[in-house]
């Protein structure tokens, strides 16, 4: 069939969209004069009502901006819609260089955001007065801009592209605001920064406090089964000393008590100052340094093998190249102390049970019954996480690697670490910590699982796991801000899992006393490092 000539179609498509438009107001002229009517008829019942009955429904007469927006039946509802094209023809006009239609509709834009304001100010719903000059003003501008070639068609690209383009600004600003976070919650706050230096210094000069640490080193406590052990692996001061004075304040028998701390060498001194200085209900504690476990080193650990390879420093300190990997390149998940819940038999190979504690918990509830908990031959006691479908395997293991696949269900239940109960004699007949080498030995390439201890521990401990009750272990504090409170009141152990920890400023104001309630405020150096 032959097309008509362009001169021709032009016009039937102009009248076309003209026919559209002449609707369109048609419409809007017939809803004012519903308006009308309605605002007319409520006048005159309220003159019919008794005068005690007017404001029935309302505040002292007042009226809420936001419901009468989200109302069909109101002018200040049919105000924001014509607001909202009117804004997106403002857009079209300035890429057309029609600068006058722009400030037009800009200035009735301006009037009608005026308007809303003043309702919401004075609490009374806007008039039909009022709303008639500007509804009629922006209904003309509108049609306007039509007019002027700025038809459906071409207003649908250009608000695509626009939204495309705001998508992109959306995901870069997204993408910094996550590499920020992250570097806020690496971060050490300048008063924990302070609170150490001062440590350190009454360490170094204090032979009287490094022959005490000795001697505490061959105390019979730090062996005896017939103690309740707790281990925790920091190299902060602070929170350790948090997990652990709300681990003896809520504990039937502090005295009983007996907490193994590992931390690194230049923590190892403030560690040890800040324990020897400050009791803790006569608990036994004893600090130790990773710098003194000579056996773990490369030829024994694979994971201290790949961190010195340049492939693996590449990984973790290189630059990322996506927004899901930014995660990936905090240094705890290179640190050896994080690792070191792998190795608590070779740590206490005397030992029969202990308590893993991560440094971000706070502890509400006695923990000794923990140990005497019957794990049915099992290693690890611990609360599972599969309540959420993003706990499940497949969300922590790459699945598509035969090697996971051929060995793992992907809808396994996950659990977590932070609160453990580890029997250490079946750990040492189940050989856990080779089991451990064994899938480390088998990720050197990261494509097993690229995140941190727990998709490790999730192999390593498969078919070796006993699930405790829910309300031994809650997790969410750092990141999650609806937890509900009857569950926080419940919990032996709430857990700060996430950026948002309880020591930093961007910590969730909410959960932060759950913390500071068992951090020594009073002490002479917090004093001083918070002030400076």
């Not at 800009?106 to 304001?117: E, G, H, Y």
């Not at 709303?131 to 003309?140: M, W």
């Not at 005295?255 to 690194?264: N, S």
């Amino acid at each position: 069939m032959r097309r008509r000539a362009a001169e021709y179609r032009r016009p039937v498509r102009r009248r076309y969209s003209d026919w559209i438009w002449g609707v369109l107001v048609l419409f809007a002229i017939a809803a004012l004069a519903l308006f009308v009517l309605h605002h007319n008829y409520q006048e005159e019942v309220q003159h019919l009502m008794p005068e005690s009955d007017i404001n029935f429904g309302l505040s002292n007469g007042s009226s809420n901006i936001t419901e009468e927006i989200m109302s069909a039946n109101s002018f200040a509802r049919q105000i924001s819609d014509q607001m909202t094209l009117a804004k997106a023809y403002v857009i079209i006009a300035k890429e057309h260089n029609n600068l006058q239609l722009a400030w037009e509709l800009s200035s009735k834009i301006r009037k009608c955001q005026l308007l809303l304001s003043e309702a919401s100010m004075r609490g009374k719903p806007i008039t039909v007065d009022e709303a008639q000059p500007l509804v009629e003003g922006l209904a003309k501008l509108i049609y306007k801009a039509q007019d002027a070639h700025f038809d459906i068609a071409t207003t649908i690209m250009t608000m695509k592209s626009h939204i495309q383009a705001l998508e992109e600004r959306a995901h870069a600003a997204t993408a910094q605001s996550t590499a920020f976070g992250q570097l806020a919650a690496e971060a050490l706050p300048k008063s924990l920064h302070c609170l150490n230096m001062k440590l350190m210094g009454d360490w170094l000069i204090s032979p009287t406090m490094q022959e005490l640490a000795k001697e505490k080193q061959n105390s019979p406590r730090l062996v005896d089964n017939n103690l309740y052990h707790f281990c925790i692996f920091s190299d902060n001061v602070l929170a350790t000393s948090a997990v652990v004075n709300s681990t003896v304040s809520n504990a039937d028998h502090p005295k009983q008590l007996v907490f193994h701390i590992v931390t690194d060498g230049i923590t190892y001194g403030a560690m040890q100052a800040w324990f020897q200085r400050n009791d803790f209900k006569g608990s036994t504690i004893e600090v130790q340094s990773i710098q003194d476990f000579s056996w773990l080193n490369s030829s024994y650990s694979p994971l201290v093998k790949q961190l010195l390879e340049l492939e693996t420093q590449s990984f973790y300190y290189g630059t990322p190249q996506d927004l899901k990997e930014i995660k990936f390149r905090n240094p705890k998940y290179t640190s050896l102390l994080n690792h070191l819940r792998f190795y608590i038999p070779e740590i206490y190979p005397l030992l029969e049970k202990v308590v893993f504690l991560d440094d971000d918990v706070i502890v509400q509830k006695d923990l000794t019954p923990l140990h005497s908990l019957d794990l049915h031959g099992n290693v690890n006691g611990a609360v599972e996480t599969c309540l959420e479908s993003f706990h499940r395997f497949y969300k922590y293991l790459n699945f598509s690697n035969p090697i996971i696949s051929s060995k793992f269900d992907p809808q396994a239940c996950g659990w977590a670490f932070g609160m453990n109960i580890f029997d250490l004699i079946a750990w040492k007949k189940a050989n856990v910590t080779a089991r451990y080498h064994y899938w480390q030995e088998r990720n050197t390439d990261h494509t097993l699982w690229k995140l941190g201890t727990l998709p490790p521990g999730l192999l390593t401990f498969y078919g070796l796991t006993e699930p405790l009750d829910r309300r031994w272990h809650v997790l969410g504090l750092g990141y999650d801000m609806n937890i509900d409170n009857r569950l926080i009141d419940s919990a032996a152990v709430v857990h700060f899992n996430g950026n948002m920890k309880p020591w930093l400023k961007l910590a969730i104001s909410r959960y932060k006393p759950l913390w500071e309630r068992y951090v020594n405020q009073s002490h002479t150096y917090m004093q001083d490092c918070l002030r400076s």
